[in-house]
Each structure stands twice: as structure tokens, then as C-alpha cells.
């Protein structure tokens, strides 16, 4: 190992690092086994760098260890819960469950129709290369949200209800509701609220049919189920 004294050391430049030896000819001769064993040249550019090194190797050995073992670990983990996901069938309660949810989803985005980010950024004339910047950015701001939809090629997208739009601009009585539930409910339960009749609203009406004739109503209607589900 070579130590340069009396060498000014910025940072990036203490350690240099490289396989050896640098040819797989010469590695068959200086390792006895080559496929489970590695050998590095590493340069050390300051005595006091070089020391600090050689009192934490001993350790190094030891956190690869663990760090390997907790990777391979959570990895296993990982690959059983796939695995029983695909072993385990859903019970009737269960899928009775799932159709009754899939078939709401579906007559909301009948009922009202959606669009990708993508289409959002085309209706408004968009000029960004990124076409999701438009709609990520109210999403940011609470003006919009959207939802996971699977299209007619099995592919899950992010697509935005047209009820929270007029002219394809964000309706401004949005904004407040979402700042109400402030991501205390999944998107699409933002969607069933907005499209179910409220106990809270005259006429048990939906909040979407009142979005522009009585906003206030709808947030009012907001506070109150937020109030609610923290009591």
C-alpha cells in the first residue's frame, strides 16, 4: 500500500480502487479460486486516511455481512408474498367485493368521463416537453386528483375525472374539499364521496351535482364527514 506524505487531500481523490490483478490470465495464478474470491488494490493518499481504513475493516467484514443478510432477507420476503398472492383465491365475499367496487368505478368514469395527464396537456394547449407537468402541478396544488385505471391494453394509468373540470381547467370549488380530506382518503374514495348522495347536502344530493351551484354546501359537507371519521 502506498502513502503519499505532506500531499494536500480533497475529497474524491483519498482512495483509489481497482481489481487485481487487472487481468483474468494473471487472477488465475494469484487467487486459488477465482470464481468465489475477489482481490482489490486500493490506494490510499493520506496517512491519516490510511489508518482510519485499517481500524475499520475488521468491521467492514462484519457490516457486509449483516447488510448482505438483511437485503436477502427482505428479497425472500418479497418473493413469498408474490408467490402466495398468486396461490391464494379470492373467497366469494371477496370477489363479490371487488365487482361491486369495479362496477362503481366504471359508472363513475362512464357517467362523467376522464382523461390522461397527457390528453390534459393537449386540451390546454401545453407547451412543456413533459406532458404530465400540467396536471402534476395541480395535483400539487389540491386542484385536482386522479386515479389508477387499467385501458383496453391491461395497463394501469393515472387518469383524472372530467367532473373536476370546466373547459378543462380545474373548478375552483375542488381545491378546498381535497385540502379538507388532505390525503386522508384514497383517490378513488374521493371519487365515491364526490359521486355518492350526502346525508349532509339538501336533498341528500351528490357533492358533484352541486360544484357549481352551492361549493359551500360541499365543503361544509367535507368538514363534517373529516370531523366525523377523527371523532
Not at 380545474?170 to 381535497?178: C, D, E, F, G, S
Amino acid at each position: 500500500m502506498t502513502k503519499i506524505r505532506h500531499q494536500e487531500v480533497t475529497p474524491g481523490n483519498v482512495l483509489t480502487f481497482q481489481s487485481w490483478p487487472p487481468n483474468q490470465k494473471e487472477a488465475r495464478h494469484a487467487v486459488p479460486d477465482s470464481q468465489s474470491t475477489h482481490a482489490y488494490l486500493i490506494g490510499v493518499n493520506s496517512d491519516q486516511a490510511s489508518r482510519v481504513l485499517e481500524t475499520l475493516l475488521p468491521f467492514l467484514d462484519q457490516l457486509l455481512v449483516e447488510k448482505t443478510g438483511k437485503v436477502r432477507e427482505k428479497k425472500l420476503e418479497d418473493l413469498v408474498e408474490f408467490m402466495t398472492g398468486q396461490l391464494v383465491s379470492p373467497s366469494a365475499v371477496d370477489t363479490q367485493m371487488a365487482l361491486r367496487l369495479a362496477t362503481r368505478r366504471a359508472r363513475i368514469l362512464n357517467e362523467f368521463g376522464y382523461m390522461t395527464a397527457e390528453d390534459l396537456a393537449e386540451k390546454n394547449n401545453s407547451r412543456s416537453a413533459n406532458r404530465s407537468a400540467l396536471a402534476d402541478n395541480w395535483k400539487k396544488r389540491h386542484q385536482v386528483f386522479s386515479v389508477s385505471h387499467r385501458d383496453d391494453t391491461g395497463k394501469t394509468r393515472e387518469v383524472f375525472p372530467l367532473f373536476q373540470f370546466e373547459d378543462y381547467k380545474p373548478i375552483k370549488a375542488i381545491q378546498p374539499v381535497l385540502e379538507v380530506f388532505d390525503d386522508k382518503k384514497s383517490p378513488w374514495k374521493v371519487a365515491f364521496w364526490f359521486a355518492s348522495n350526502n346525508g349532509w347536502l339538501p336533498n341528500q344530493a351528490r357533492p358533484v351535482d352541486l360544484l357549481e351551484a352551492n361549493p359551500d354546501a360541499i365543503l361544509d359537507a367535507a368538514k363534517r364527514e373529516t370531523a366525523g371519521n377523527a371523532a
